[in-house]
């Protein structure tokens, strides 16, 4: 057995059902849902007219972004109707970005034929992962862009045949807007990667010394992806429903 940095791309398989393939990221995604939804849940039956700290808290965060979101998109009726999509975004990523130093993670796995394939992986480190979630963000987008504006007139942002300088600038903003999905996807899963590819490399070099403020440096950056993410979704959503004339 080789002793040395294994650094994987691709999230490992381990196992199938009905043919459907059951990545370590997978598994990991599935746990940080089962989290979520089993703190909401608990949260939810413990709510009282009289919070407590945590409660407060939370409460006070919610509002906060629900104020700063109608500040974005100029209507509070819209951010709270969005705050569900762009919470649980954050949500859902910064919990995986934080897990993913928790011990265990990457560490516990099985071997197979000679190869370890560790239980738990960060879905934010596959590519499947990042790009699934840039695809909902931005089919979100679009939706909500043509349900405010109407079909025509939001096509209308990205095929004007009025005159060729027209033509070609919707040109330009339809190739912008499609390569939201690259820029989402890349974005989260090249700054989450790099990330536990450097630690890994610390640990290998430094053990004693490197690992432990790179994972306090990277666990602030997970957050800031989270937010980064999330916020994105946000102003794009408020660039899809700007009326054309009044956009800049």
């Known amino acids: 057995m080789e002793s040395g940095i294994s650094v994987v791309l691709k999230a490992e398989q381990l196992g199938s059902v009905f043919g459907f393939p059951i990545t370590n990221s997978l598994i990991m995604a599935w746990l940080v ?17 009289v919070p407590g700290k945590l409660q407060a808290g939370i409460e006070w965060a919610f509002e906060g972004a629900i104020a700063y979101m109608a500040g974005v998109l100029e209507s509070e009726k819209l951010a709270r109707r969005f705050f569900p999509l762009v919470a649980s975004i954050f949500l859902f990523v910064a919990v995986i970005n934080e897990i993913e130093f928790f011990p265990g993670v990457g560490s516990l796995g099985i071997w197979h034929a000679s190869e370890f394939l560790p239980i738990l992986r960060a879905p934010t480190t596959d590519l499947n992962f990042t790009l699934a979630l840039a695809a909902i963000a931005f089919f979100t987008i679009e939706i909500t862009g043509i ?61 004693y010394v490197l690992p432990a403020p790179l994972m306090g440096f990277e666990m602030f950056i997970g957050l800031v992806q989270a937010l980064v993410f999330a916020m994105l979704t946000l102003f794009f959503i408020k660039l899809a429903i700007v009326d054309p004339h009044e956009a800049h």
């Open 33 to 49: 849902m089962a989290l979520l939804i089993g703190f909401a849940y608990f949260f939810g039956r413990s709510l009282k007219l």
């Open 147 to 207: 349900a405010m504006l109407g079909f025509f007139k939001y096509v209308g942002k990205y095929v004007n045949l009025k005159s060729p300088v027209g033509f070609v600038v919707g040109l330009i903003e339809l190739i912008s807007n499609l390569g939201r999905l690259v820029s989402f996807s890349f974005r989260l899963f090249g700054n989450i990667f790099a990330g536990e590819v450097m630690v890994l490399v610390a640990a290998y070099f430094l053990p």
